[in-house]
């Protein structure tokens, strides 16, 4: 680890925003449920997983870091892909310390290159310290960590640079220090002390279905695979309190509403199963899910379906 946050005022209690940065799959989301301890942001070996910012919020006796995931910066090839870039283009100029993701298992490549050229300027305009972040190290020998150090060092000026493993945890509490760190002081924290994320429930729903029925389907179908949650209601006259929640998986071809429902159902009864399971241990209630898959053709690139669908 190299640098390790501003000079003075250690004592102060610190609290603001910091943003992880990266390209699509460079271990955002589940680096941020590590921090948080707790699965705020969904996760998936597909790229463009994160489709809004999402704010876990971490809490210790001197600090409040809230965590502004992001989707990845990417070169679009979609208006949802532009309106994805938009919004971490945003957002970047809202926080006061920036995490650049760069997995271990990975060259540094030319969309890196693309990133590191875009902090580069906010560091200049607004001097938003910038902590470079070595994920996924468990992946790596020690020679091939030091290598990509060496990389990460050589494509920017960054305040610090701190390897880490989401997964195993190792150096995860050395990344909170580091972010922490360049927090500015503030006489409270910002969010009470127990909560962990200021995202509606409606929103981890439809995200937690959508991790669900991203498992392992094919590449083309995580970008054209949208969730919506339709309603929310208790069932007066069961028994045992129970929540009817209603869901809609949109795609844009047949033969993609084909996929995600599978042979007989098979694979939607798969999508509910595991998806129904994080929805009851979010809510603290049992769940009686209702999915439907509908085709809303070529959505990705309809401004009219992208607002309906929250994009």
Same mark, same amino acid.
């Given at each position: ?25 460079? +271990? ?37 870091? *809230?965590? *502004? ?86 494509? +920017? ?23 922490? +760190? ?21 929103? #981890? ?47 844009? #071809? ?12 098979? #694979? ?9 399971? +994080? ?28 607002? #309906?669908?929250?994009?």
């Amino acid at each position: 680890m190299t640098g390790g946050g501003p000079r003075g005022a250690e004592s102060a209690y610190r609290a603001g925003f910091a943003c992880l940065v990266g390209r699509p799959n460079a +271990g955002k989301s589940t680096l941020t449920n590590a921090l948080v301890g707790e699965k705020v942001a969904i996760t998936s070996a597909k790229p463009q997983t994160t489709r809004h910012t999402i704010r876990g919020i971490v809490t210790r006796p001197g600090s409040q870091l *809230v965590l *502004v995931d992001t989707p990845g910066l990417h070169k679009p090839r979609t208006l949802l892909g532009e309106r994805l870039n938009d919004l971490v283009r945003a957002t970047l100029l809202d926080v006061d310390v920036v995490g650049f993701c760069l997995p271990s298992d990975q060259r540094i490549g030319p969309g890196d290159g693309f990133i590191a050229a875009e902090l580069t300027e906010l560091m200049r305009a607004r001097s938003t310290p910038v902590v470079a972040i070595a994920t996924k190290i468990d992946r790596v020998d020690r020679a091939r960590l030091a290598e990509h150090l060496i990389a990460i060092d050589q494509l +920017g000026d960054w305040a610090a640079i701190v390897p880490c493993s989401a997964t195993s945890g190792a150096q995860v509490d050395d990344v909170l220090t580091v972010l922490s +760190g360049y927090l500015p002081t503030s006489p409270a924290p910002l969010y009470p002390e127990d909560v962990l994320t200021d995202e509606e429930s409606d929103t #981890r729903i439809a995200e937690l279905v959508r991790e669900a029925a991203l498992e392992g389907v094919r590449d083309e179908l995580p970008h054209s695979l949208a969730v919506v949650v339709e309603e929310i209601t208790e069932r007066a006259d069961a028994e045992r309190p129970i929540l009817d929640v209603r869901v809609d998986i949109f795609v844009e #071809r047949d033969s993609q509403k084909a996929i995600v429902i599978g042979r007989g159902g098979a #694979r939607l009864r798969e999508v509910g199963s595991t998806a129904r399971a +994080g929805i009851e241990a979010l809510l603290g209630r049992r769940v009686f899910l209702h999915l439907r898959v509908k085709v809303a053709k070529d959505w990705q690139r309809d401004p009219k379906q992208l607002q #309906r669908l929250g994009f």
